[in-house]
């Protein structure tokens, strides 16, 4: 398996441009986390999908960050317009329900898209 | 709003030396991870504790979740220049698929 898929690996823009980030979950998967880290912040999730639908969204700093899964094997986050506060890393995780331990399961992340808003 | 805190932030230490790595919350979670994450890569599982007093080995790491579920620990023994990551733990809440990661531990290790 090729595991989670991230692209662009680094993206640099400029303030008020639009910017989406693309995740690819491993195959079989039915939850999708997006995560932002920084090093004053560390790692915090912003919104996770099941089964395609958004369960928690209130990690998402403002309206300027929108998050889809229009199917199984393919998620987006936008930010627009960007902002300089907006430079982190971005990561993408899936998972899938484990039966038996409630909430415990294994998140599988992606190598994470650098953004960097200048 | 639940916290995880880790201490220490930064360790350096000589190949061959003991650690322990600390992760405290005022919240009971239901389940608590360690991931260890490398430059450039996104964190990897180490291992998950569900029970209160558990204690699990993975070679020379040791992991141990506090009996009030609030807590947990990271012992390394005899750590190893392949050690080198920022450890971060991460706890949720019964009911709940959403883990709150901790602050982070940044271990160095010279060899």
């Known amino acids: 398996d090729a595991g989670v898929i991230q692209s662009p690996r680094h993206e640099v823009t400029e303030m008020g441009q639009e910017v989406t980030l693309r995740c690819k979950p491993i195959?079989?998967?039915?939850?999708l986390f997006w995560y932002r880290q920084t090093m004053m912040r560390g790692l915090e999730l912003l919104i996770y999908f099941n089964n395609n639908v958004p369960i928690d969204d209130s990690g998402m700093p403002e309206d300027r960050f929108s998050a889809k899964m229009p199917n199984a094997s393919f998620s987006t986050l936008k930010i627009q317009p960007s902002e300089p506060r907006d430079s982190a890393v971005y990561f993408c995780?899936?998972?899938?329900?484990?039966?038996?331990?409630?909430?415990?399961?294994?998140?599988?992340f992606g190598p994470g898209t650098r953004l960097t808003v200048t | 709003t639940q916290l995880l805190e880790q201490s220490p932030q930064f360790l350096s230490i000589q190949e061959g030396e003991n650690l322990t790595v600390y992760c405290n919350s005022s919240s009971v979670f239901s389940s608590l991870q360690w991931y260890r994450q490398e430059p450039g890569e996104g964190p990897v599982l180490l291992v998950t504790?569900?029970?209160?007093?558990e204690v699990k080995k993975l070679k020379r790491l040791t992991f141990q979740f506090g009996d009030a579920r609030k807590d947990s620990s990271l012992h390394i023994t005899a750590a190893q220049p392949g050690d080198t990551g920022l450890y971060l733990c991460?706890?949720?809440?019964?009911?709940?698929?959403?883990?709150?990661f901790g602050t982070g531990t940044r271990l160095k290790v010279l060899a």
């Open positions: 995780a899936s998972s899938f329900e484990e039966t038996g331990e409630w909430g415990s399961y294994e998140q599988y």
């Open positions: 195959s079989g998967h039915d939850y």
């Open positions: 991460a706890g949720a809440a019964s009911g709940t698929y959403k883990y709150i």
């Open positions: 504790v569900v029970t209160g007093g």
